[in-house]
């Protein structure tokens, strides 16, 4: 009984690995799941000015994935088949139910985070999971914060924000005053809202630190370290410089400019003045530092 030899693969062709052709099932399953959710985040929470930063971190967070990938697609060493990796996905997707049917934002968005780590795990193995890490830790920026937390810490952020902006202007000689988070200037009274110094707005120059941290990759642990935590009274100064802003441009030029403004460039003032700061922060840590750090950050 005579028969045909298997084919065998032309010189140079390239075959397709199992778990490369995997990802592409997987790939459109992410889509049939979270697709539906990023919509109702942008005709909901993101249209918010307090969560107006989603769809910037949401570009910024597929922007890492983009840019790691050819790292993260050339350490796949084969599914890892850990017990823990299903728990985590397994707890996942019930996370994402529970949120996708009573309207948790927290559980429905926060899940991705543990699909796409299991996913690479379990497929591509521990090293591409590595590999994707930072992307991976970025997507938390994106997560709604609960209500709770953000009520306990706005105020005091407020209030503090509220604090500075008026002994600044007074000291400047101009006639402002202050009640709570209302400061009166002229004829004029403004709210500091949560959207001008709330806890969304320290999330997000947070993670604008961060992933400054990332691109410019300093070696010296001590030196992120530093840029790290200033983070936090960098986002402060910005905020006090966004409101102060809007003070002047009220009392300047009237309310309906003051809110204009707020809503069409004090963004931009605000993560312009951070990202200066932090470059300022950085050039005046690294001269600061030892020799010896400086030279393992060449």
């Known amino acids: 009984m005579s028969g045909h030899p298997p084919a065998t693969p032309a010189p140079g062709a390239v075959t397709p690995r199992p778990d490369v052709l995997l990802a592409v099932p997987i790939l459109i399953g992410m889509v049939v799941l979270y697709v539906p959710t990023v919509v109702s985040l942008f005709q909901d929470i993101w249209l918010s000015d307090e969560q107006g930063h989603g769809p910037i971190v949401l570009g910024l967070v597929i922007w890492l994935f983009h840019r790691a990938w050819p790292k993260i697609y050339a350490a796949r060493s084969g599914g890892a088949d850990s017990g823990v990796l299903w728990g985590v996905f397994a707890l996942s997707l019930c996370a994402y139910a529970l949120g996708r049917s009573q309207g948790i934002d927290l559980l429905e968005v926060g899940s991705a985070i543990g ?34 937390i953000v009520d306990a810490v706005t105020m005091p952020m407020k209030i503090a924000v509220s604090n500075v902006v008026e002994w600044g202007l ?127 950050d060449a």
């Open 170 to 296: 007074h000291g400047l000689g101009y006639p402002i005053g202050r009640s709570g988070v209302v400061l009166q200037i002229g004829s004029y009274s403004l709210l500091v809202a949560d959207a001008c110094a709330g806890l969304h707005t320290l999330f997000t120059l947070e993670a604008l630190g961060l992933l400054y941290l990332n691109l410019v990759r300093h070696h010296s642990r001590l030196r992120n370290v530093f840029v790290g935590v200033l983070g936090i009274p960098i986002a402060f100064v910005a905020n006090v410089t966004r409101v102060a802003v809007l003070v002047l441009l009220t009392y300047y030029f009237g309310d309906g400019v003051g809110q204009g403004f707020l809503h069409g460039f004090a963004g931009f003032l605000l993560f312009g003045t951070a990202l200066l700061l932090l470059l300022a922060v950085d050039t005046g840590i690294r001269r600061l530092l030892p020799r010896t750090e400086q030279e393992s």
């Open 115 to 148: 699909v796409t780590a299991a996913l690479f795990g379990l497929v591509w193995g521990w090293s591409s999971l590595r590999s994707a890490i930072f992307p991976l830790c970025f997507m938390f920026f994106l997560v709604p914060l609960p209500g709770a």
